[in-house]
T-cell receptor
C-alpha cells in the first residue's frame, strides 16, 4: 500500500513533443502528489504538485492530470525542449514515497 | 536554490570507517527528512524529524546508522563501520508546514 509505481522507465521524444509520464498509487490516504526533476549530480527539485481535490494543475509547460478514482496521476510536458532532459520522479505523501523515476531525453 | 545545504558533497572512504554528513535547512523548515538514493532509483525514505524529535525511522536504517537534530536546526547522519552497500547519495530535505519537500544537493558516499 505504500508503493508508487511509475512508467515508463525511459522516454525519448523530439523537441516540441509532449512526453507523458504516469504514476499509480495504492494508499488512498495520500493527500499530496508532487513531481520532481533531477539532473545528474543534483538533488531532486520540486517541479509541480497537486492535491486530490483537483483534477488538473498547470504551471508553465508542465501539467499534472489527476484521476482520484483510478488512483493515477501523470505529468505532461508541453513543447518539450532539450533542456528538459532529466530524470523525473513522481511521489506521494505521507513521508513521500517516490516512484522509480523516468529518464527523459529530448532530442533537438 | 532551496536553501538546504549539505556537507560534504562527496565523501570517499574505506570499508569499516565511520562517516558523518551534515544538513542545514532554513529556519522555516520545521520538518527535516533524510533519504538515500542509489543509481537509477528514486529516493528512499530513511528518517524524519519534527523540530528536534525523530519521529520515524525506516527499516532501511540499520543500527549502524544514526541521525540527530539536536537543536531542531541542522541535522547529522552518521554511518558507522561503512560497507560497500552504503555507497549512495544521501539527500536531506527541509519542509515547512505547507508540506513541500525542498532537497539539498546531496552528499555522495563512495565506500571502497
Amino acid at each position: 500500500q505504500q508503493q508508487v509505481k511509475q512508467s515508463p522507465q525511459s522516454l525519448i521524444v523530439q523537441k516540441g513533443g509532449i512526453p507523458i509520464i504516469n504514476c499509480a498509487y495504492e494508499n488512498t490516504a495520500f493527500d499530496y502528489f508532487p513531481w520532481y526533476q533531477q539532473f545528474p549530480g543534483k538533488g531532486p527539485a520540486l517541479l509541480i504538485a497537486i492535491r486530490p481535490d483537483v483534477s488538473e494543475k498547470k504551471e508553465g509547460r508542465f501539467t499534472i492530470s489527476f484521476n482520484k478514482s483510478a488512483k493515477q496521476f501523470s505529468l505532461h510536458i508541453m513543447d518539450s525542449q532539450p533542456g528538459d532532459s532529466a530524470t523525473y520522479f513522481c511521489a506521494a505523501r505521507g513521508k513521500l514515497i517516490f516512484g522509480q523515476g523516468t529518464e527523459l531525453s529530448v532530442k533537438p | 536554490d532551496t536553501g538546504v545545504s549539505q556537507n560534504p558533497r562527496h565523501k570517499i572512504t574505506k570499508r569499516g570507517q565511520n562517516v558523518t554528513f551534515r544538513c542545514d535547512p532554513i529556519s522555516e523548515h520545521n520538518r527535516l527528512y533524510w533519504y538515500r538514493q542509489t543509481l537509477g532509483q528514486g529516493p528512499e525514505f530513511l528518517t524524519y524529524f519534527q523540530n528536534e524529535a525523530q519521529l520515524e525511522k525506516s527499516r532501511l536504517l540499520s543500527d549502524r546508522f544514526s541521525a540527530e537534530r539536536p537543536k531542531g536546526s541542522f541535522s547529522t547522519l552518521e554511518i558507522q563501520r561503512t560497507e560497500q552497500g552504503d555507497s549512495a547519495m544521501y539527500l536531506c530535505t527541509g519542509t515547512p508546514n505547507t508540506g513541500e519537500l525542498f532537497f539539498g544537493e546531496g552528499s555522495r558516499l563512495t565506500v571502497l
